[in-house]
């Protein structure tokens, strides 16, 4: 098992492909992997953008934490 909680959300949507592929292949036949992350429309991913879906937000508990990329659900199958 691999679990991801909101780390993926971190990099950019490009890096966070190339990280699903390492994990996926570390992954031992039946493996599965879970990951959380902020869905489209979650609260203070509202700040200036600086990447494809990737925020810095400037308000709430993520302001001034760095980079945070949301998820669409149509992202999913784009990431895997």
């Known amino acids: ?22 994990c996926f292949n570390k992954l031992k036949q039946g ?6 992350t902020f869905a489209d429309g979650t609260w203070d991913l509202k700040g200036k ?10 308000e709430g508990p993520l302001a001034n934490t760095g980079i945070c ?5 149509d992202d999913i199958s784009r990431l895997v």
């Open 1 to 22: 098992v691999i679990l991801d909680v909101e780390c993926l959300c971190c990099d950019p949507f490009d890096k966070s492909k190339i990280i699903l592929e390492k």
């Open 31 to 36: 493996g599965v992997m879970l990951s959380v």
């Open 69 to 73: 990329r949301y998820t669409t659900l």
């Open 49 to 58: 953008k600086v990447d494809y879906h990737a925020v810095l937000p400037k």
